[in-house]
């Protein structure tokens, strides 16, 4: 089993700013995870993409937070940071970090979430 421990998150004003981590450990070797990133979900809508690395190579990122949000990862931490600017009340949701074996679009391990408010 892989554990996701998240940290950040919390209420923000409108054109705040706030980043999250998440720090990969666990059982199995962190190093067959080959995709590790972001969801999110806000009530009343399914979960989303927000911003995932997939292979360790450029990451990808839903389109309503391009130019604002940023994923980073630091690899000798296990730890991926997500860098959120010019937030917006539409961000509001609750935040998961995901990791999987093999895309980024098939989770197999789920933080247990951290919730961002934005207010207007």
């Known amino acids: 089993q892989v554990q996701l421990r998240e940290s950040g998150g919390g209420l923000v004003q409108a054109g705040g700013s706030l980043r999250l981590s998440c720090q990969a450990s666990g059982s199995i070797p962190v190093s067959n995870i080959n995709a590790m990133g972001w969801y999110r979900q806000a009530p009343g809508k399914s979960r989303e993409l927000v911003a995932m690395?997939?292979?360790?190579?450029?990451?990808n990122y839903a389109d309503s937070v391009k130019g604002r949000f940023t994923i980073s990862r630091d690899g000798a931490k296990n730890t991926v940071y997500l860098q959120m600017n010019s937030l917006i009340p539409e961000d509001t949701a609750g935040y998961y970090c995901?990791?999987?074996?093999?895309?980024?679009?098939?989770?197999?391990?789920w933080g247990q979430g951290t919730q961002v408010t934005v207010s207007s």
């Open positions: 690395f997939s292979n360790w190579g450029n990451p």
């Open positions: 995901a990791a999987a074996q093999y895309s980024a679009y098939n989770i197999d391990y």
